[in-house]
């Protein structure tokens, strides 16, 4: 694994350029920025950077009510309506673009097949992120260079079709061999392999409202790929316990000293009852020794007592924490959901069940490195206990707390399903719960006629704001 991720970077991009140079005669006709052979890894490594700033973000962890402001509340009263996508494609997808399109990509740091196949599944997660935040995008026009600076808006449901056909060519295209400069799954590409068909599997559940059908096709095959079997297929971001590769929250609370962030009382009030063994994971207690959640999204002239509330637990703020992004648990959801929807050959409450209580146990096995003490107690909670009659609702709900910090993405599945039951922040002018994030500004003036034919094409309303839906998400 690379120990160092981002000076090992620049490392290897030197010695790229340099080789160029290292004999005058032999490469007078050679221009060293250009080498014949380009390192696809090295490029999958530096689009790998970003993959934290998918879960880590001061907005995403407030949709789905996962944390609270200490001060400093508007981001959890939706102050903010428009975002900026830019820095993902010049970054993150740039990068991978490179990798697909490179007919000279380097056989010696693992198969090329294998090379274009992991970068098509980050292309395809990343994007998938993005379309999930901001509904069309510009996909099919995108990352053209200077070929074309006025992309159009594909609609999402273009987007997501288009993915799931990236996916499949990735599955298909794997080879024996693993990859270099891999620092998630260290070269493995059999578990790149798991990763883009759990992704696959995650976005068909995405259009269980929308498109049923389409959505049952793909769910199965993904199953039938192979998706995650174990925690240790997850995706999860490894910090190091180093300043330049950092978690997060770990800088802004002990480097920055800022203690921004409580767990939400909707989380703590929804864990505590049933004696939930992941809160003291999330969530330390406060000084009188309890975990109290912070009401969520408290008018700015608050003053907060923190020494009462419960801030974020300090296993997740490590500066080596990892970060989970795509997860075993999830795939597990998500079968559970699709048995108890009757989308699969062993469709029912029984292999709904069997999902659900393995999902649980394999999310506590996760947060809590496999220490499984109170689990079975937890189990025999009634609210916990699978019910044919509220199933959906418990996979939901439990979903949610499994997704605890990756923001994003429990924000997606509570606009898609409404579990569990949120409610917007009182007394904030009857501001909603953001459905989607608005587009950047830059694009009214930077791309006015594409930007304002998405903006027209909307499916629900016609307005670039927070309250307008996502193509999956239907009312």
Known sequence: MIKTYKSLYLFLVTVVVLSGCKKFDESINTDPNNPTKASGTQLIANALLSLPNISSSPYGVHYPQYLSNTSFTDNSRYVTTNFNFY????????????????????????????????????????????????????????????????????????????????????????????????????????????????IHLLMALRLSKVDEAKAKVEFNKALANGIMTANTDNLAYPHLSEQNNENYWYNSFTRLGR??????????????????????????????????????????????????????????????????????????????????????????????????????????????????????????????????????????????????????????????????????????NGIQIPRREGYPTQERSNNTANYNAAVASFPYTKVDDLNARVWWDKP
């Open 87 to 198: 820095g993902w494609y010049t970054g993150p997808l740039m990068n991978l673009e490179n990798v697909i399109t490179n007919s000279a990509l380097n056989a010696s740091e693992g198969p090329i097949a294998n090379q274009i196949a992991v970068a098509k599944i980050l292309k395809a997660y990343f994007t998938w992120t993005l379309t999930d935040r901001w509904g069309d995008l510009p996909y099919s026009e995108a990352l053209k260079g200077s070929a074309n600076f006025n992309p159009k808006y594909d609609s999402q449901q273009i987007i997501y079709n288009s993915l799931f056909l990236l996916l499949d060519e990735a599955n298909a295209a794997i080879v024996s061999g693993n990859i270099k400069n891999d620092i998630v799954y260290g070269g493995d590409v059999n578990k790149w392999k798991k990763l883009g068909n759990t």
């Open 259 to 428: 203690n921004w962030f409580a767990v939400s009382k909707p989380i703590v009030d929804f864990m505590k009852p049933k004696n939930d063994p992941r809160l003291p994971v999330f969530a330390n207690k406060n000084t009188a020794g309890e975990y109290v959640g912070l009401d969520y999204g408290l008018p700015s002239s608050t003053t907060v007592i923190i020494n009462n509330f419960s801030l974020l637990g300090d296993a997740i703020r490590q500066q080596n924490s990892p970060v989970y992004l795509v997860t075993y648990s999830q795939a597990l959801f998500a079968k559970a959901e699709a048995a108890k929807r009757g989308w699969t050959t062993d469709a029912g409450d029984v292999t709904a069940k069997l999902n659900y209580d393995l999902a649980i146990e394999q999310s506590v096995r996760q947060w809590n490195k496999n220490d499984v003490t109170g689990l079975a107690a937890y189990m025999t909670n009634i609210d916990v206990q699978y019910n044919p009659l509220l199933a959906l609702q418990q996979i939901g709900n439990q979903r949610w707390v499994h997704l605890f910090m990756n923001g994003y993405e429990g924000w997606a599945e509570w606009r898609r399903t409404g579990y569990p039951a949120l409610s917007p922040p009182p007394s904030n």
